[in-house]
């Protein structure tokens, strides 16, 4: 279905659905994103149809491309979960956080991840499976730095900030919160 008066079309490409928005604005860049469950393709109006077909299908590609290998490269089991909280550990808290379980849990739908200090078990909530590494290791640092300090206090955020991409996560998972319309804690 297309609409030329705004330069927007809809199809299915890959069995994805697509939208592309043609723009005067833009003269030589051709972009792509997720949004939900479509595919944007951002181009320039001056495009031929071929043109148009070929970038669409080029940037389509390189989104799924880029969500594989951010799918592959989070941990997906929890032995995956334990060797990644180790290496974090060892990493930005000294090595000093040492839980005695880490593991996905289908059970925690308001809550990104849970710790039981007393008994050292850390919980993650199956929902981060799907977000980027990075936002994964966030968490985990999180949950670990609760191991050694229960509360939220400045010795507890003094150690969840020596991970570096700190800020970048709470961004992200508090967007993705936003959107869903989920209570905005760690």
């Known amino acids: 279905m297309a609409d030329t008066r705004f330069g927007t079309e809809r199809r299915v490409v890959d069995g994805q659905q697509v ?13 792509a994103y997720r ?6 393709v951002l181009m320039p109006a ?12 080029r940037m389509v590609g390189r989104v799924l491309s880029q969500e594989h290998r ?8 929890d032995a995956a979960l334990e060797e990644r909280a180790r290496a974090l550990s060892a990493a930005h808290l000294g090595n000093r956080a040492r839980p005695t379980s880490i593991r996905w849990v289908t059970n925690q739908n308001s809550r990104w991840g849970s710790c039981t200090p007393s008994t050292g078990a850390i919980r993650l909530s199956h929902r981060l499976q799907e977000m980027p590494s990075w936002v994964i290791d966030y968490v985990i640092v999180h949950e670990l730095a609760h191991l050694l300090v229960p509360g939220h206090g400045p010795d507890f955020t ?14 992200f998972l508090e ?3 936003h959107a869903a319309r989920l209570p905005v804690d760690s």
Do not use: F, H, M, N
Request: aromatic residues 4%.
């Open 175 to 177: 967007g993705v919160a």
């Open 19 to 31: 939208e592309i928005r043609r723009s005067t604005r833009r003269r030589r860049s051709v972009q």
């Open 158 to 171: 003094e150690l969840c900030a020596r991970y570096p991409l700190t800020t970048k996560a709470e961004g």
């Open 46 to 57: 001056a495009l031929a149809a071929p043109e148009r077909e070929e970038w669409t299908r």
């Open 35 to 40: 949004d939900g469950e479509q595919i944007v």
């Open 70 to 77: 951010r799918r592959a490269a989070a941990p997906r089991s």
